[in-house]
């Protein structure tokens, strides 16, 4: 930790600085300079030093505290430098394999969803999302299926041997969801609940974290090292787009944080192009994007009939786009090393 | 609701817009122009219709849906044009008087706050604020006293007649903390915790709503409709700054916001330029431009000893910079025709 | 156009905004909802429209105006629905092959210089970059070699057989810059400078348009159609990443701007990952990116020894690095189906 | 300057780098620690080191380089520390008193500049604003009536004793516009246009820096550095929004860079509510707030028939509006101890 004294600082502020470095447990080292004088704080624990950050921060005659190391240890990735791979029932998220997860942004009705889940298991995807309970921005919109959308998911996974992905919100819910899915997805809104993601790091199931909408990575990161640091450390991390001054597309998808994730930790990477972009047209050309810059994988809104979707079906995807996309996304992960897995029979209800 | 046509759209396309605008209650009014086909849909209630827009843009014919109308109701000016007035056991907020609301950031112990009361008090402030559940970036920071906390604030309130406004973050703890506070505030990084909201709309205390962080103003009306919606018009807005990519402050304040929400709701509106700011230096000066432009109070750090607050140090006031500014800000309140209320002789503790 | 009043228009308002529309070339057409009551202008020239949208949205009786055509006619996709080709001295940007610009930020030097241009025209590439006129922050910085820079870079070309792009930065300039320049570039800092942008739309040479750091596609669109209607329709487009919240980059690189802007236009679009990110390590791959979701060619920092480059080393690539990404760029055009160059013998000064 | 290397660097890596500061005139200080190593290079010239940073954040050995000195001298506080003030012919702009600048975005014809310059003579006003060149996101809009709209500005301020501030666009026309004006302002979208910023610091005429949309404040300072550096200090900074993900408003003025400016710089800064919200309901209540928080003058659009003006009615005021404005201001001036000058008895051409 450095400490930048104000140019007016005293004999006595020195000192009392000093005294403050020290009793978090770090070192004091002042270096007086012509124009600045600094004073290092070397060793001691990370732990201890996060709230002494503020508070020195606070005294009149420091100017600025420079931290220069990561706030996050767990999920950093010199704590696995090879990077983890999350089983979800035999199938991989962050190997070689690129994992395909899609669905309707809301469970509607049986039909829909097993409609949808069959073309989703015949491309050879294994994993299955939809909403059972849904953040609305207003309060007169559906808002979910509840515990019968969960029920549906679950009948639909069986069928088709798709493992289930899907948000819980409410954190009195978190047992109930669990029971029913594979991945429990935090919603973009609930990234620095940190009640909820207390109590996802304490249940036995693979946590997908989507990132906050106005959320720098180190947040995302620090979110995530909340889960782990509670004991869970199956977490998949999810990029869907942030919130800027563009109103083009409804949120701009941050490819850059794809690469740079990758070197800062080691848990795998998903990029969610259907709400990047809120666009259908453009989900196919950002999921191939999304492959091409390293991502371990992409979840994709799709729809039997997007333009009766309940929720979000300008960017969903119809079953026909969606069919063909999957070969187009296989050609690029060929490109970068990676594999898609190939097409599969499925006994069709149709 | 404006339903504007893609231009190469077809006849059947036309019908089944027309159509899918009647099933939600909308009287369709197709007006074919040179260069666009636009559809009016009339009449129709706008409960009804929140989905159906989302549902209408994923039309392929669609190029894009125009809303008219504002998506609130209960909390829009129209349907309260002389605005509310919250009545916090005999303070009122959003009338004539500016509501100061001071304290920490944390409660740390009952010297901290007793001291910090008794300051508060005397300027003739009315409301004590500071947290007893924190949330924090990191897993690793004070995450704050709990309930022990909320006693110490019910104690100070009682001994220096001050009201209490402190955080509820979890849930669960809703009727806890209830128990103990007059003022229940939902933190900027909850404003879209829906299950929150409405558990708080179902309570009989006023509801302090902090502006998201990356909120729109339409956002931030929608989030106080869930708790209107829900059974509890006692919502008083707090705009706490917004995100942008300015880093020289901690926060952008948006103070815009303050006039542009007094016009469309009927809510009143606080400024938090603490958090806003992120700097000592600047609380005074964007205190006296809150009220200024129209704030009906201000809610301000204060700590005995900043450099050693555990949280937030840096934008907390010294006990003799917010004594001072308090009759700053009476200057100010009186150049708005409002007032603030006087000093008061308090038994000291000192 | 769609005129939206306020509740509270009067029959005389009502008038005198039919008779404003009329006055602009465009039949009104009043609808009155129970709600809201709007007024559609039909038809007229959207040229004479432009500055009326403004006067109406200050008409006291206007609630708001919405536009329902774009902006932009010349740059449109519609006006030429199979793209634009750009025909550089032989080498096309826009057409099945993928561009590739590389070389250094700054001219430094005629040995840097041609060092730099041996390797890229060895790869395959056929465009060379370099500043010789440098935007910078801070006066203090290096502001670029000028002429002499313009010079070597002409000489570069010739050799390597390379077309030249650099930047135009002040208008009393461009008839010198164009004297050695193939492609004359306009920063992002420059992007809304209206004066530089009409007296480039007199001038023979393709344009090579970036964004500017904080401006909306439309905006964007709007720059080029400044340059197209001063008579130059030889634009390229460039993505290079725009200011956002988060600062883990030095910008983030918007790539839903690449299929979007595909839609919307007929100009090619390429895209500056060195700049978008801001980090050497992150080019590769967000490179891979661009193509993959359609970009039509990539420029890229390239550098002998970016650790002792004058500016943006840090986003530099060496040689070696460079060298090897070209043939993974080439595995991702192919998988989108385009093509990259083939590696060149070049008669080698080392 | 402290220079934190990687934790994988070599002992080569250290010698290096030490070698790279000595280049560029600083003393190397190495520390090394037990998670980190730094170097500290200290004295030395900083505009020796301005690119210095940049190479040596490019160095692989190298994490981040952080440096603890402003990159601006001439206009930080520290070299003025009582602050600029400006005499425009007799009125002074960085004194006690507030500075009005007022009048139509746009000079449009003689009777709307005198009809609107007497009016705002009248309130005791001493600036007259008005565009004679506009820069505008369309091609096809309406640029300004040019060297005719300078000479009725000339005209207006001679009949009615204002100094007239006007925007100047083109670098070819600084002397032109010299000619006629008191204040020469540099817009938005021209603050890093480097080329005219040095062109504006070689004349004898006060400048007006109005705050790119994107800029942060460090860059707007530098932007002055760039003018002061050029050999003129009489600079005005002006802040006029910036763009944020809020779109409820043109822009979100960001009042809080009022008081952080006054503490970093000694320039004088006002604020330009009428951009910085695009409202006119928003900027009378801006404008005391802006002055509440120590704005040193406001810059405000008035015209004599907002909803026909030629550009930015709806953000422009009426007379009657404007008039009853100014005693307000004039409360809330002497509520932070500043004066408004008296109205004035102007020889009415009504």
Redesign the interface.
Known sequence: M?V?LR?EYTQSDLKRIMAHLQEVGLTP?P?I????T?I?G??GS??LK??AI???????A???V?V??K??KLVAR?AKPNGTQIDVRGAVIGGEEIAIIAGPCTVESETQLMLTAEIVAETGAKFLRGGAYK?????????GMGVEGLALLKAAGQKYDLRIVTEV????KVELVAEYADVLQIGT??M????LLRELGMIRRPILLKRG??A????WL?AA??IA??GNDQIILCERG????????RN?????????VK?LSHLPVIVDPSH??G????VG??S???????ADGVIIEVHPN???????????MTFERFQSLIPELG??A???DRILSSPVAVKTSR
């Open positions: 450095i930048v140019p080292n270096i300079g012509e124009e600045k600094i290092l070397i060793g990370e732990h996060v709230d503020d508070q020195l921060r606070a005294d009149d420091v100017e600025d420079l220069i190391t706030p996050y010199e953040p609305s921005t207003s309060p007169y919109s559906f808002h919100m409410d954190i009195r809104r609930n620095q609940n940190y009640d909408f106005a720098k990575v180190e947040e620090l090292e909340y640091n509670a942030i919130r800027t001054f563009e109103t083009a597309t701009t998808l941050d490819l850059n944080a794809i690469p740079l070197q990047g972009t666009k259908r047209d453009l050309p950002m191939k994007a999304a492959i091409a810059c390293g997007p333009d009766h979707a309940i929720k979000d079906g300008s960017q969903s050609r690029i060929s490109a970068v």
